[in-house]
């Protein structure tokens, strides 16, 4: 008797759906919440034992909660025409971003024409410039993310803001060995700022401009629980149903659609959509084929605070030349301290360093050095995210694409950020993508 014949054996009757949604993050209860309106019997699977997907946060016995990235949504996020109880469950917030840059000064994120251009003094803006000219005239050509960037702001000034450095920090990779298209996609705002032309059209747009269209929100104080609980009442209440901490084991194809194999029960659909890693969809259809896509792990430290603050922004990026941090985001800023206490984040993209220990020594080295904190600082926890996003060297788009579309030669449609091996900054965008790939026979 092979496994799978031992295993339906011992279980109770296979239950049926039209659609079965893998993964429970906002990809997945999108899907969900498209297929259940159009009619259809749902089940969401996850082998993660919450809803959210990535939206994970940890909580201290002291009263900390922090995430590991993600924090800040939109009020008019498509997100929240699918599911509009998510709105009084967020905390308005008014957010600031800082940049440190390689001078170790805290200033404009993403650049700032005082401190990164007049700031390098006359004979460092005669280079800037004549770094950017030489770029437009002789550079034209373009084979990845550097080439892009020095396009349009020249090699001094991406080496002097540090951009090049943080680009490195961001991808995992070196800017060389960055995609191109990402970059033209990712970074969009480096030829806005520096095309004379849309420099002219901002600040025509400027005078006209009323205000923020919309307001910026932060998840609940205390978590993701009870925003995404909200959702999946919602969906349960249009019969959608959710198998969380579901170890999927096995895809098949049935004589009416597909047979998924978890634990302890079987699920039967019509059709599959999947949001989870490529690579673990691979692996539930018995695919031999694994796609070789690399992805970034992401080391979180959650620290609490007490003493001077070196800087007044909630948000910093970290654009210097040294340190492993990628960015910090204090959280006390949006919900208030804890016991008198600031807390805050730090992302750390793994790779010169690798256990949360070595990122913190790091972390502690460099904030010192710069004079961001001075005072006591305590690490409160700390969470390693593997599969956080995906590094786009080059070629890793058309091996996703191969990948993408072996998948869907079984039968399984795979989307979202990690099933579609996309770029995904936001939930907004997330939501979209969903809607468009369900939308597209
Ligand atoms: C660091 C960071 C910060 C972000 N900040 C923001 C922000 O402030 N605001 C905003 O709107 N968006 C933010 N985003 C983007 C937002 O989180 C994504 O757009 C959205 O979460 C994508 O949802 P998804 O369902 O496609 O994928 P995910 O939530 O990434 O994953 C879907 C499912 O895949 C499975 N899965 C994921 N990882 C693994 C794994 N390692 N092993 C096995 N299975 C796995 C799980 O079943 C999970 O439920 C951030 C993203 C990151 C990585």
Redesign the pocket.
Known sequence: MDELSHHSSRMSAVQQFDVIVL??????LVAASIFSAQGNRVVVV???DHVG???MDWSSDEGYTFD??????QDDSPLLRHFPELLEHYVPIKPTWGRLNPQGKITVYPISIRDDILGAGPIGVIRIFASVLYARIFCRHMANARDFARYWIGAYLLHRSGLGTYMRRFYGISAEEIDLDLARKRMLWIAEYASLINLMRRLVKRKRATGPKNRQMARPKEGFGALYAAAVSRLESCGVVFKLSAEMRQLHKSEDGYELLLNDESLAGGRVVS???IN?AERMCGNGQASALKTIT?ITLYFSFAGERGFPQSIIYNFSHDGSWKRLTVYSDFYGRVVEREYFAV?VIAGAVVTAEEAEADFRYHVCANGLFSGDLKLEGSHI?????PIYSKGAAQNAAQAIARLKSFGIESI???GGFNY???????TIDVETAIATP
């Open positions: 993964g429970a993050g906002i990809s997945g996850d082998e993660y997907g990535n939206h590991v990235g993600s924090l800040i949504f949001t989870v890693p673990v992401l992302e995210l593997s599969n956080a996003y979202g950020r990690q995904q900054p936001t939930a907004r965008v997330s």
